[in-house]
């Protein structure tokens, strides 16, 4: 077991990259849990309290530079919710095996974002709607904020409303089963579907996965899953991560935030993968 001050050392740091990725951090934290033998189930459910915490810490400097946008995140979390709800009770069933695969597995879509898998899953997808539709248009979903790097004001609209309300759900089921904030497939639907600049979809997943982890939370407190001796340091940590890399997100380059995201997902694919194997052949 972790020592508390270890435990928030490590946690701020995955603040930090949760921040800046738009992971949440507990994407990286369950991994590590379950990779020093917590029980998959219960490093899940523990970990939904620092997405909590690390959503509503960074989520402050981001309000108030205007880089999240509060309308379209509202809209977002009617889908994720709901979806949290019913992920975290597929969990309270299901064998903790296959909780690896299934991670493995939806970390994978995080490579939608690369050239050739966007051609292939999304463009023929999108090819019929270029310009904002019905449900984007009423809602009014679009925004502007003034980038620290580029020095100037960069606007934007969403589009297809629908649709991305429609992989917000995914995010929110595969948040409740898997306690890991959905960041990375949220990101890849913001950025991908809605068509929001990349600090904009950081910035609103972070708003966002609160929300959805309060919401599977009390499906898991009810299963008593929850682990008050992890949970503690790890908000402590991740709140304290998220205020840091929320401050460094609009200090740093897009290119460079691509690159952090796609090396921490690479790196959790593997040790997941790993682990499940390891659970099915001994």
Do not use: H
């Not at 959503?55 to 889908?79: C, D, G």
């Not at 879509?109 to 009423?138: H, N, P, Q, W």
């Not at 949970?231 to 304290?240: D, E, K, L, N, S």
């Amino acid at each position: 077991m972790f020592s508390v001050p270890v435990l928030i050392v490590i946690s701020t740091f995955v603040g930090i990259i949760g921040a800046l990725t738009g992971l949440g951090g507990a994407s990286i934290l369950v991994p590590i849990l379950v990779l020093f033998g917590i029980p998959m189930k219960e490093a899940v459910a523990s970990t939904m309290a620092t997405i909590i915490a690390t959503s509503s810490s960074s989520s402050v400097f981001n309000l108030t530079e205007k880089i999240a946008n509060v309308r379209i995140a509202l809209y977002l979390e009617i889908f994720t919710v709901t979806g949290a709800i019913l992920g975290a009770t597929i969990t309270k069933v299901i064998s903790p095996v296959y909780l690896y695969f299934f991670f493995a597995a939806f970390l994978l879509t995080s490579f939608m974002r690369v050239g050739i898998f966007r051609r292939i899953f999304l463009e023929r997808i999108l090819s019929s709607s270029k310009d904002r539709d019905g449900v984007a248009r009423y809602l009014d979903l679009c925004g502007a904020y003034r980038d620290g790097i580029r020095k100037e004001k960069v606007s934007y609209r969403a589009r297809n409303g629908i649709l991305g309300g429609c992989g917000m759900f995914i995010a929110g089921l595969a948040a409740g089963m898997l306690g890991i904030g959905a960041g990375a497939f949220k990101v890849t639907v913001q950025e991908n579907i809605l068509g929001l600049p990349p600090k904009v979809s950081s910035s609103t997943s972070n708003l966002i996965i609160g929300m959805t982890a309060l919401a599977a939370t009390s499906v898991y407190l009810s299963c008593g899953f929850l682990n008050l001796m992890l949970m503690a340091p790890m908000v402590v940590g991740t709140a304290i991560g998220g205020i840091v890399g929320g401050r460094l997100l609009n200090r740093l380059s897009d290119s460079f935030l691509r690159i952090l995201f796609f090396t921490v997902v690479t790196v959790l694919i593997v040790q997941m993968l790993s682990k499940g194997v390891m659970s099915v052949w001994p």
